[in-house]
């Protein structure tokens, strides 16, 4: 479909569908694909997500901490089937962070956008597609669907 999702006058968030500029940001849609990205904690992060687990630091450390990284002097948290440990499915999908009031800065200084290839791998969950424009792209009815969410989001 060539159509943008949205007439030009149309906004959603703030957001013309039809055309996003290449800075712009975008709405995250729980894709969860950029919780496979390898996660570093920053100073007192460990003991803050410790905390906030229950578990000592030193139990949060066994479980959690990547040990193939340790002697990088850092930590990096701990992935299981290839994304955050932390990472929970809702559905197919949509999915959230089982820690995010106490999510790593570099989680919540991710900023998505419809030209960042996580995001874009997000879209094609929902078999939609974002053009180098920012165009969406896809089946009338898949983008319908997605356009509903989106709405639900807020």
Request: proline share 4%; charged share 25%; glycine share 10%.
């Amino acid at each position: 479909m060539n159509e943008p999702l949205y007439d030009s006058g149309d906004a959603l968030f703030g957001l013309d569908f039809g055309f996003v500029p290449q800075l712009e940001t975008f709405i995250c849609f729980r894709c969860g694909v950029c919780c496979h990205l390898r996660v570093f904690l920053g100073d007192g992060e460990a003991e803050r997500i410790s905390a906030h687990t229950g578990l000592p630091l030193e139990a949060f450390l066994e479980r959690y901490d990547d040990p193939m990284f340790r002697e990088l002097g850092g930590l990096i948290m701990r992935q299981t089937d290839g994304h955050c440990f932390f990472l929970k499915s809702k559905n197919d999908k949509e999915s959230f962070c089982g820690i995010y009031e106490v999510r790593p800065r570099v989680c919540s200084d991710f900023v998505c956008s419809l030209h960042r290839s996580e995001c874009q791998k997000g879209l094609k969950l929902w078999n939609i597609s974002a053009t180098p424009s920012g165009r969406l792209e896809g089946d009338g009815k898949d983008l319908e669907v997605f356009e509903a969410f989106l709405k639900s989001l807020v």
